[in-house]
């Protein structure tokens, strides 16, 4: 058997490697060129870099660690599990009472139940975080719908949020078909 120019032919293997090697990062460097003659710049590289908010939101100053509230929805014996399923149709959602007293729905405190589980009787569950800055609020109250905007099921009594920073305040309430 004769062999080629390049020997047994691993020479012609790295040889190309090498040269898509060198091709890739040349690409890779015009075009990082490209875009900063452009006018566009790289992202920044150090970590003091000052990240501006999407949308204009109120400053909320969480100073500590925060605090929790874990709603708890107990099933009834005849809830209908066939028609009414915990983690498809369920709807919550919190609600504050504003200085009109009119009850206003709280922006990211909707959803339908994290997780289920059997105690005594089955009880879903969904947890909220909250900074300091909200700590002692209220009232609130919590409501659970067939599904998004359907039949309202259950509304829970008023509440104030924990007091404490790290606290973890759990709220029940018992859900009827």
């Keep these: 058997m004769k062999q080629g120019q390049f020997g047994n032919g691993r020479i012609g293997i790295y040889y190309l490697i090498a040269l898509f090697s060198l091709a890739a990062f040349g690409l890779l460097l015009v075009s990082t060129r490209q875009a900063t003659a452009d006018g566009y710049d790289l992202p920044p590289r150090d970590e003091d870099t000052t990240i501006t908010p999407l949308a204009p939101t109120e400053p909320i ?57 059997q105690k005594e ?11 300091d800055a909200h700590l002692g609020t209220g009232p609130y109250r919590w409501q659970v719908y067939e599904v998004a905007d359907g039949r309202l099921l259950v509304t829970s009594d008023p509440f104030y949020l924990p007091s404490k920073s790290g606290d973890l305040m759990a709220l029940d309430t018992m859900l009827e078909p």
């Design 61 to 117: 100053v969480a100073t500590g660690e925060g605090a929790r509230v874990h709603l708890q929805a107990h099933f009834s014996q005849d809830w209908p599990w066939e028609t009414m399923h915990w983690q498809q149709d369920l709807w919550l959602k919190v609600q504050w009472l504003d200085e009109d007293e009119v009850w206003q729905d709280v922006t990211g405190w909707q959803g339908q139940l994290d997780a289920i589980q």
């Design 121 to 131: 009787d089955w009880v879903g569950m969904k947890e909220f975080w909250f900074a």
